[in-house]
T-cell receptor, first 113, second 112 residues
Framework: EAGVTQSPTHLIKTRGQQATLRCSPI?????VYWYQQALGLGLQFLLW???????NRGNFPPRFSGRQFPNYSSELNVNALELEDSALYLCASSQSWGGQPQHFGDGTRLSIL | EDQVTQSPEALRLQEGESSSLNCSYTVSGLRGLFWYRQDPGKGPEFLFTLYSAGEEKEKERLKATLTKKESFLHITAPKPEDSATYLC?????????????FGEGTQLTVNP
């Protein structure tokens, strides 16, 4: 069974640019989650999508947004990039929500110059 | 607000030296407590889910236990390949939807 896949592996941008990160969940999983893991900090919850709808978002500014497609894949968009957005962005998926384990991809390393 | 605190921050063991990692939590109605392992440059790998106090789960050299306030990850006779960062996360029933709240992790190093 293929795991969660994320692309690209690495992404280098400059301040003010926009970044798009992509995620394909495990087959059969309908919920997709995005987390940020900045250096020296723990994983911080960004967004949760289920059945194509945004269900919950963490304490991040509106320039962090995303969507979920009919095939349950997802993309995360970050506008007006700032230096502190440099981090590992992790996508996870689960079979449903409410107590089900979330399975993670290996992330996209976003570096802002 | 859900909170998770892990201790110690870092732990060095000799191969075969058993020990325990601690995860203390506060949550508004526990939906589940999750343990993950994260290797450098990789995403977290799911290990266990615990749902209620008194529950225990085992996998090879790892055993996770749960009380109403904390969880322990016991590592028996560890090997160098067990070296990784171990993450604990909780999911609450009321305030957080389906999000996971993570601790900072325990970085485990097992020397041969």
């Amino acid at each position: 069974e293929a795991g969660v896949t994320q692309s690209p592996t690495h992404l280098i941008k400059t301040r003010g640019q926009q970044a798009t990160l992509r995620c394909s969940p495990i087959s059969g999983h309908t919920s997709v989650y995005w987390y940020q893991q900045a250096l020296g900090l723990g994983l911080q919850f960004l967004l949760w999508y289920d059945e194509g709808e945004e269900r919950n978002r963490g304490n991040f500014p509106p320039r962090f947004s995303g969507r979920q497609f009919p095939n349950y894949s997802s993309e995360l968009n970050v506008n007006a990039l700032e230096l502190e957005d440099s981090a590992l962005y992790l996508c996870a998926s689960s079979q449903s929500w409410g107590g089900q384990p979330q399975h993670f991809g290996d992330g996209t390393r976003l570096s802002i110059l | 607000e859900d909170q998770v605190t892990q201790s110690p921050e870092a732990l060095r063991l000799q191969e075969g030296e058993s020990s325990s990692l601690n995860c203390s939590y506060t949550v508004s109605g526990l939906r589940g407590l999750f343990w993950y392992r994260q290797d450098p440059g990789k995403g977290p790998e799911f290990l266990f889910t615990l749902y209620s106090a008194g529950e225990e789960k085992e996998k090879e050299r790892l055993k996770a236990t749960l009380t109403k306030k904390e969880s322990f990850l016991h590592i028996t006779a560890p090997k160098p390949e067990d070296s990784a960062t171990y993450l604990c996360a909780v999911q609450g029933q009321e305030t957080s939807g389906s999000r996971l709240t993570f601790g900072e992790g325990t970085q485990l190093t097992v020397n041969p």
